[in-house]
């Protein structure tokens, strides 16, 4: 398996621009999460899935991001508009369950100027 | 709150030498827990993991050691490589969500 898939890999917009940042979890994971990655803030859950379904979108900062889980092998995660302080590193993960471990992609890097 | 904390933010070591790295945690329901292991410019890969039920798991240089009444868990590297430097995650799990901790930057020195 390739593993968790994310792009781009890299994002620079301006503020006030839509960013769309997409996910492929790996193939028969049926958990999908979202996490930024800040120094301030470390490692964040923003939001996950269960078969699709959103469980827990409490980390999400503001009513500007959203996520969708369309399919079991898609995600995305949008900001709009996008701020400066949005800048960070997202990683999209994915599991099987209980007492599995998470397998992280290798994160969308966003610069918003 | 910070329910997962590794209070120590950068560790050195000299290769071959045993690196250790702590991780506390608050939430007594948590019963899963593992440790992360990130290069730049990648994400976290897992490391090693431990249930409740145990207090010791080993695999190859790594072992970690869980200490259910303090709230503790470490993992032990031995002999570190120069290859180990990165920046250490653990985790806690008391479901379907982990809880990570603030990050170690392991720097082994040949």
């Known amino acids: 398996d390739a593993g968790v898939i994310q792009s781009p890999r890299h994002e620079v917009t301006e503020m006030g621009q839509e960013v769309t940042l997409r996910c492929k979890p790996i193939s028969g994971h049926d958990y999908l999460f979202w996490y930024r990655q800040t120094m301030m803030r470390g490692l964040e859950l923003l939001i996950y899935?269960?078969?699709?379904?959103?469980?827990?979108d409490s980390g999400m900062p503001e009513d500007r991001f959203s996520a969708k889980m369309p399919n079991a092998s898609f995600s995305t995660l949008k900001i709009q508009p996008s701020e400066p302080r949005d800048s960070a590193v997202y990683f999209c993960?994915?599991?099987?369950?209980?007492?599995?471990?998470?397998?992280f992609g290798n994160g969308t890097r966003l610069t918003v100027t | 709150d910070q329910q997962v904390k590794q209070n120590s933010p950068s560790l050195s070591v000299q290769e071959g030498r045993i690196s250790i790295l702590n991780c506390d945690y608050t939430?007594?329901?948590?019963?899963?827990f593992l440790w992360y292991k990130k290069y730049p410019a990648e994400g976290p890969t897992f490391l090693i993991s431990?249930?409740?039920?145990?207090d010791k798991n080993e695999d190859g240089r790594f072992t970690v050691f869980l200490n259910k009444s303090a709230k503790h868990l470490s993992l032990h590297i031995v002999p570190s490589q120069p290859g180990d430097s990165a920046v250490y995650f653990c985790?806690?799990?008391?479901?379907?969500?982990?809880?990570f901790g603030g990050g170690t930057r392991l720097m082994v020195k040949p």
């Open positions: 985790a806690a799990s008391g479901g379907n969500m982990l809880t």
């Open positions: 899935f269960n078969n699709n379904v959103p469980i827990d």
């Open positions: 431990i249930s409740s039920i145990k």
């Open positions: 993960a994915s599991f099987l369950g209980y007492n599995s471990p998470l397998h």
């Open positions: 939430n007594s329901m948590f019963d899963y």
